[in-house]
């Protein structure tokens, strides 16, 4: 491993601090780190999931007493999401197709990063087919099934789309992006333990236990902290220009 086991779970504690702060589970970084970290391509999901989950758990619950989270709508976008999520976690790919499909989303997900905050300056967009019922069920599913597949939530995709059809305001897209992740990772981690064996997935859990306990920590000074040290855009532009050096070295190499 190019970093050490722990020299990795002090990243991992940083970038659960910074996506915490902001109600994301930082799912794209992790996979990122573990890809720069030479580690079995079968257990990047797995380990990266489980993170997400951890870290996006408590987010999830503060945004529900801070009354956030508008279910009536939310509901329609976790529909398929969650079964998808399973899906895709269940495919059985191989290594070559996994890292061009890691590389083409952790290069959307930079690109998504670095855009959104001029998305959120954008004018108003007509509805139109946004509109539509089917719009939330479809977004929520290729999403989900994508992020099944790779190893990640899915929020880094579906708050832009959200903020760039003017869904709702930053806040209850960002509440409903950190559910959308808690769901749609626990899916797709079930799907990549049943595609894996649950002894197989289990090794890997208990090998990586340091990383676990550090986005536990890392995700609640976060959630304590809200990232009031540095700004919020800071962390999206450093964070994008990880996952897109990530990528390139991906898909490049």
Not at 106 to 112: D, H, T, V
């Amino acid at each position: 491993m190019a970093f050490g086991i722990f020299g990795l779970a002090i990243l991992f504690a940083l970038t659960a601090a910074l996506y915490a702060s902001v109600g994301f589970g930082g799912g794209s970084t992790y996979i990122a780190l573990l890809a720069l970290a030479e580690l079995d391509y079968r257990s990047l999901p797995v380990i990266a999931l489980l993170c997400n989950i951890i870290v996006v758990t408590g987010g999830a619950i503060r945004f529900q007493l801070r009354d956030l989270l508008d279910w009536p709508r939310i509901w329609p976008i976790l529909a398929l999401s969650v079964p998808a999520a399973w899906l895709g976690g269940r495919v059985a790919i191989g290594e070559e197709i996994f890292l061009l499909l890691l590389g083409m989303s952790l290069a959307a997900a930079g690109i998504l990063l670095i855009a959104e905050p001029f998305i959120k300056q954008t004018e108003n967009v007509k509805r139109g087919w946004t509109g539509h019922p089917l719009f939330a069920p479809a977004i929520g599913s290729f999403i989900g099934f994508l992020s099944g597949m790779v190893g990640i939530g899915g929020g880094i995709f579906l708050a832009p789309i959200l903020l760039l059809t003017r869904w709702s305001d930053s806040r209850r897209i960002a509440a409903t992006a950190s559910v959308f992740i808690l769901v749609n990772s626990i899916a797709g981690l079930g799907g990549q333990l049943a595609k894996s064996g649950f002894d197989s997935g289990g090794e890997a859990i208990l090998a990586y236990w340091p990383l676990f306990l550090a986005v536990l920590l890392g995700g609640q000074i976060g959630s304590i902290l809200a990232s009031k040290s540095l700004p919020e855009i800071w962390i999206r532009r450093l964070t994008a220009l990880l996952i897109l050096y990530v990528a390139i070295r991906i898909l490049w190499f």
